[in-house]
C-alpha cells in the first residue's frame, strides 16, 4: 500500500527557471494538500485541492505559483521564474474526505541558484 | 487570524530526562493533532485529541489536550535518541467552508547520548 509520492526529492534551478511538483496522493485518498517550509520553520499552508477543484489557495502567492490536481494523474505545484527565496522543502500530504490526518509524502527540497 | 504557538522552540536533553512541549491555539479547537518530522525527513502523524481534557498515551508519549480546548502538550518520558526530531502541533481552521490544518512552528528535540 503505497503511501504519498512526491517526485522529484531534489530539484535544482535557476533563476527565472520553471519548477514543476508531483504529488500522488495516498490510494483511496481524493484531498490534496501542499505545504512549505523553510529551514528550522514550520509547515507553512499553501493549497487544498480536490480532483479537478482547487479548493483553498489561500496561502499561495498570487503570481508565479499554481496548482492543479486533474482527473488523471498526479498534482501538480509549479513555480514560474523561481527565484531564490523560493528554496524551500515542499511537501504534499492527502487524506481521506472520512479523516482528518494528513499523510505526508518525502518532499521536494528545492534550491534555486 | 487563527494561529498556533508552541514552545519551546528548541530543547535540548540527556538521554533518559523527560522533556514536554506546549501548543497553544488563539481560538477554540475541535481537535488538535501532533506529528513528528525527523531531520531530513517528513512529517508523520502521531495522534489526534478530540474531548476536552483528554489524555492518550503512546508507550513513552503522553498527549493531553486542554478543558478550554485551546491548549494542548506532548511529554515524553526518559528520552531516546531515537526520539530526536521536530514535534509539531497542528489545529484545523475552516474558512471560507474548507478546512485547513494550521501548523506551529514545532518544537526541536536534541537528545544527548
Known amino acids: 500500500n503505497a503511501g504519498v509520492m512526491q517526485n522529484p526529492r531534489h530539484l535544482v534551478r535557476r533563476r527565472g527557471q520553471e519548477a514543476r511538483l508531483r504529488c500522488s496522493p495516498m490510494?483511496?485518498?481524493?484531498?490534496v494538500y501542499w505545504y512549505r517550509q523553510l529551514p528550522e520553520e514550520g509547515l507553512k499552508f499553501m493549497v487544498y485541492?480536490?480532483?479537478?477543484?482547487?479548493?483553498?489557495e489561500s496561502g499561495m502567492p498570487k503570481e508565479r505559483f499554481s496548482a492543479e490536481f486533474p482527473k488523471e494523474g498526479p498534482s501538480i505545484l509549479r513555480i514560474q521564474q523561481v527565484v531564490r527565496g523560493d528554496s524551500a522543502a515542499y511537501f504534499c500530504?492527502?487524506?481521506?474526505?472520512?479523516?482528518?490526518?494528513?499523510?505526508f509524502g518525502p518532499g521536494t527540497r528545492l534550491l534555486v541558484l | 487570524g487563527q494561529q498556533v504557538m508552541q514552545i519551546p522552540q528548541y530543547q535540548h536533553v540527556q538521554e533518559g530526562e523527560d522533556f514536554t512541549t506546549y501548543c497553544n491555539s488563539s481560538?477554540?479547537?475541535?481537535?488538535i493533532q501532533w506529528y513528528k518530522q525527523r531531520p531530513g525527513g517528513h512529517p508523520v502523524f502521531l495522534i489526534q485529541?478530540?474531548?476536552?481534557?483528554e489524555v492518550k498515551k503512546q508507550k513513552r508519549l503522553t498527549f493531553q489536550f486542554g478543558e478550554a480546548k485551546k491548549n494542548s502538550s506532548l511529554h515524553i518520558t526518559a528520552t531516546q535518541t531515537t526520539d530526536v526530531g521536530t514535534y509539531f502541533c497542528?489545529?484545523?481552521?475552516?474558512?471560507?467552508?474548507?478546512?485547513?490544518?494550521?501548523f506551529g512552528k514545532g518544537t526541536k528535540l536534541t537528545v544527548n547520548p
Open positions: 500530504a492527502s487524506s481521506s474526505r472520512a479523516s482528518p490526518m494528513r499523510y
Open positions: 490510494k483511496g485518498h481524493s484531498h
Open positions: 485541492l480536490q480532483k479537478e477543484n482547487i479548493i483553498d
Open positions: 481560538t477554540t479547537l475541535s481537535n
Open positions: 485529541l478530540v474531548k476536552s481534557g
Open positions: 497542528a489545529g484545523p481552521l475552516t474558512q471560507g467552508g474548507s478546512e485547513k490544518l494550521v
